[in-house]
């Protein structure tokens, strides 16, 4: 991590999960008991202005909004449970096989609960099978890329690590986007998918990797 103390490196996670947690909290607040606040509909009017035919940046929208979809979540999933397990990281290999899969079906489940309406369905331009809140998407992809950057930035070793980590971070804002683009979300559902997505994984690294310490392999310092 770049933090130079893990004391530093613990405040920061505990912060994260905590901000975090706090903005879902607020959003499902929001969703729950108001409906859709005026800014959420005010920015999904801005965006739809002129409802129709989504051209060209719709197409891209579409590719990207698969990033948060099963099969780049298997494929990033086991990339890094296969390269883990041959630098002999167990713990880590099992990390990113359960964080983001328990991850993804709480966030499904909390859609069940909260069964918020999508936005009008003339808008939706990709299929739709389950309610609004949280956007499940952007979740899966908070999940799976948030996982990933940690990963790569604690067990990489060249300053690559962090470019890497900078482009597994921006994926699930690309993909929280493009579901409000694509008419199949509120902005309050995205920021709820980015935040559950980030207290989740978030938590889970420090539980794993700080609170308990990952034992030395045999032969380091």
């Known amino acids: 991590m770049v933090d130079r103390t893990p004391r530093a490196r613990l405040v920061w996670l505990v912060a994260a999960v905590v901000g975090a947690v706090a903005l879902f909290t607020v959003m499902a607040v929001l969703t729950r008991h108001g409906g859709n606040p005026g800014w959420d509909r005010a920015l999904f009017g801005r965006v739809h202005e002129s ?51 328990v991850g993804t079906a709480l ?8 069964d918020h309406p999508r936005p009008d369905v003339r808008l939706h331009y990709v299929p739709l099978s389950t309610s609004s809140f949280p956007s499940g998407h952007t979740a899966t992809a908070t999940v799976v890329w948030l996982t990933a950057a940690l990963v790569l930035v604690r067990y990489l070793t060249t300053r690559v690590r962090y470019a890497l980590a900078a482009v597994c971070v921006t994926v699930p804002l690309l993909v929280g986007a493009s579901r409000v683009y694509l008419g199949v979300h509120w902005p309050t559902d995205v920021v709820a998918g980015l935040a559950f997505g980030a207290a989740w994984v978030v938590g889970w690294y420090l539980v794993v990797f700080e609170i308990v310490p990952e034992p030395q392999r045999p032969g380091t310092a």
């Open 107 to 114: 966030a499904n489940g909390l859609k069940v609960v909260f």
């Open 51 to 101: 409802p129709g035919e989504v051209g060209t940046v719709g197409e891209l929208a579409r590719y990207v909004t698969r990033l948060g979809e099963l099969p780049a979540m298997l494929l990033v999933t086991v990339v890094l449970a296969v390269w883990l397990g041959l630098a002999r990281r167990p713990r880590a290999a099992v990390f990113v096989v359960v964080a983001p899969n």
